[in-house]
């Protein structure tokens, strides 16, 4: 699977931003899609992921009720919507695709051992 993750770039604090992350694969539908970001100096972390049915989402406690995910198995893409920007979320944000089925566990959807593919990353950078 090829995800080509898009729609970074300056902001300003407080400002909104989607991400997409588009995935070559028909199979979309099949796997767990996450959001995952890495801020200079630090360790990737996670931010949000996505059932492969759509119906159930999970945020990090760090961005709840800022960040959402979704996804479009029709388009195969997932999204990444952010709002009320802070300085502290500049970071290259990353989607990731797992074929895991189990990530009722949170441990498990932090473990970005449990992801097989990996999008480009994407830039986002909020000035204050």
């Known amino acids: 699977v090829q995800l080509q993750a898009s729609g970074g770039g300056l902001v300003q604090a407080g400002d909104s931003l989607r991400l997409s992350c588009a995935a070559s694969?028909?199979?979309?539908?099949?796997?767990?899609m996450a959001w995952f970001r890495q801020a200079p100096g630090k360790e990737r972390e996670f931010v949000s992921g996505?059932?492969?049915?759509?119906?159930?989402?999970f945020t990090s406690d760090s961005v709840k009720g800022r960040f959402a995910t979704s996804r479009d198995n029709v388009k195969n893409t997932v999204y990444l919507q952010i709002r009320s920007l802070v300085p502290d979320d500049t970071a290259v944000y990353y989607c990731?695709?797992?074929?895991?089925?189990?990530?009722?566990?949170?441990?498990?959807?932090?473990?970005?051992?449990?992801?097989?593919?990996w999008g480009q990353g994407t830039q986002v950078t909020v000035s204050s």
């Open positions: 996505i059932t492969r049915n759509g119906r159930t989402t």
């Open positions: 694969e028909r199979t979309f539908s099949e796997y767990f």
């Open positions: 990731a695709a797992s074929s895991r089925r189990d990530f009722s566990s949170s441990l498990n959807r932090r473990s970005r051992e449990n992801y097989e593919y």
